[in-house]
């Protein structure tokens, strides 16, 4: 079955580190993939998406994420963290052209001053 | 100027009522959806419309009626409201076009039975 798997709860990150928020996509096919981001009592935000081309895709607030074919991944990145990027992070993917999204269950990622 | 929205915000009511939630985008967008995010904040899709016609019905009570007048509004119908219809549920809209399938997500409605 298509599914799309965070591994992780939550992410705990010191402000200026690197993050990296997992995802792993179980789908046939050529998949679009996604990022999406919820802040508190919000709708979801577009991040970034991998449709075709470079595996490495440069999405909003510096965020980016690396397509990964053979395991099945597209980890969401980010150089340096910031106390606002604090928030639910959900992976998705297409595995038809009709449009249906699959979530994955989120990551809370946590930046600490 | 908000690209998707959705009324009400809050919705508290009873079980067994009837009730609806609207949803309108000016993005001029051809597809909208339906999700329900539930208390573990979890994702799923309930509907989807494209230019006023049904595509995506998922596995949904049929107490849950969409109903699209125009390809820029979707509504929510739910019929004899049960405590589990607690959650949030979202609209959604996107392009057709496959290059262009990020969805633009309304601010939610939280549903509260009682």
């Known amino acids: 079955a298509q599914s799309v798997a965070q591994p992780e709860d939550q992410v705990n990150v010191a402000e200026g580190n690197p993050l990296t928020v997992k995802c792993t996509y179980s789908v046939s096919g050529n998949p679009y993939l996604f990022w999406y981001v919820q802040y508190p009592n919000r709708g979801l935000q577009f991040l970034l998406k991998?449709?075709?081309?470079?595996?490495l895709v440069k999405g909003s607030y510096g965020f980016e994420a690396e397509f990964n074919k053979s395991q099945t991944s597209f980890h969401l990145k980010k150089p340096s963290a910031l106390v606002s990027d604090s928030a639910l992070y959900f992976c998705?993917?297409?595995?038809?052209?009709?449009?249906?999204?699959?979530f994955g269950q989120g990551t809370e990622l946590s930046v600490k001053p | 100027d908000t690209a998707v929205s959705q009324t009400p915000k809050y919705l508290v009511t009873q079980m067994g009522n009837d009730k609806s939630i609207k949803c309108e985008q000016n993005?001029?967008?051809?597809?909208m959806y339906w999700y329900k995010q539930d208390s573990k904040k979890f994702l799923k899709i309930m509907f989807s419309?494209?230019?006023?016609?049904?595509?995506i019905n998922e596995t949904v009570p049929n107490r849950f009626s969409p109903k699209s007048p125009d390809k820029a509004h979707l509504n929510l119908h739910i019929n004899s409201l049960e405590l589990g219809d607690s959650a949030v549920y979202f609209c959604?809209?996107?392009?057709?076009?496959?290059?262009?399938?990020?969805?633009?997500f309304g601010p939610g409605t939280r549903l509260t039975v009682t």
């Open positions: 419309y494209n230019n006023k016609e049904l595509i």
């Open positions: 991998y449709i075709t081309g470079d595996n």
């Open positions: 959604a809209s996107s392009q057709a076009d496959p290059s262009s399938y990020e969805q633009y």
């Open positions: 998705a993917a297409i595995y038809n052209q009709g449009g249906k999204l699959i």
């Open positions: 993005l001029g967008h051809d597809t």
